[in-house]
């Protein structure tokens, strides 16, 4: 049973670069599937924030594209995101999930339970 | 403001059936049958509960049921139960390799 496991600090400085890591079980990260992290700012929608399949292939958000930087370390079986130049708006619950096909399109169909960041001098 | 339109909140009795609204553009809903609904409980990771448009992932409640017309997709809960009660999310494929996601709606059970 495949499951992600979401950490990092739960608090970054404005201004910093927010580090944070998806550790994946029961799966591997080298399988023939992207990976994706979407974020969930309190009481709001979900946004995603890009995807990354095992060979550091990527594509992120347009309105992030400039601060984030995913990557994958496939010894770990682990996922990577950096978010620069971070601001209040930034806080917000991140996930990471599994992207796959099914029917005719590819979805994200497992998640991890999410990380808080919050962001505060 | 997110890419995608939903209602903040809609409600139903047992038993009764509701529908969800999800309203894009025709770069993302309208231009692509690659449309997801998904279910999130308070402090639960969100759980894929229709894809391409109306097709439900084995082990989702054929109770659940997804359909399309122009830019606006929908989510139907039929014979409503209590459990139903969460946070639903619409998402779509957008071009270019990028998703959007909706805002999401709660649907309380009465």
């Known amino acids: 049973q495949v499951q992600l496991q979401e950490s990092g600090p739960g608090l970054a400085k404005p201004s910093e670069t927010l580090s944070l890591t998806c550790t994946v079980s029961?799966?591997?990260?080298?399988?023939?599937?992207?990976w994706g992290w979407i974020r969930q700012p309190p009481g709001k929608g979900l946004e995603w924030i890009g995807s990354?399949?095992?060979?550091?292939?990527?594509y992120y958000n347009p309105s992030l594209k400039s601060r984030v930087t995913m990557s994958v370390d496939t010894s770990k079986n682990q996922l990577s995101l950096r978010l620069s130049s971070v601001t209040a708006a930034d806080t917000a619950l991140y996930y990471c999930?599994?992207?796959?096909?099914?029917?005719?399109?590819?979805?994200?169909?497992?998640w991890g339970q999410g990380t808080l960041v919050s962001v505060s001098s | 403001q997110s890419a995608l339109t939903q209602p903040a909140s809609v409600s139903g009795s047992p038993g009764q059936s509701i529908t969800i609204s999800c309203t894009g553009t025709?770069?993302?809903?309208?231009?692509?049958?690659?449309v997801s609904w998904y279910q999130q409980h308070p402090g639960k990771a969100p759980k894929l509960m229709i894809y391409?448009?109306?097709k439900r992932p084995s082990g989702v409640s054929y109770r659940f049921s997804g359909s399309k017309s122009g830019n606006t997709a929908s989510l139907t809960i039929s014979g409503l139960q209590a459990e139903d009660e969460a946070d639903y999310f619409c998402?779509?494929?957008?071009?270019?390799?990028?998703?959007?996601f909706g805002g999401g709606t709660k649907l309380t059970v009465l």
């Open positions: 999930a599994r992207r796959i096909q099914l029917g005719t399109w590819f979805y994200f169909d497992t």
């Open positions: 029961g799966y591997s990260i080298s399988n023939n599937n992207y």
């Open positions: 990354i399949f095992h060979s550091g292939s990527s």
């Open positions: 025709s770069s993302d809903v309208g231009g692509y049958n690659y």
């Open positions: 391409d448009v109306s």
């Open positions: 998402s779509s494929y957008r071009s270019s390799d990028t998703w959007v």
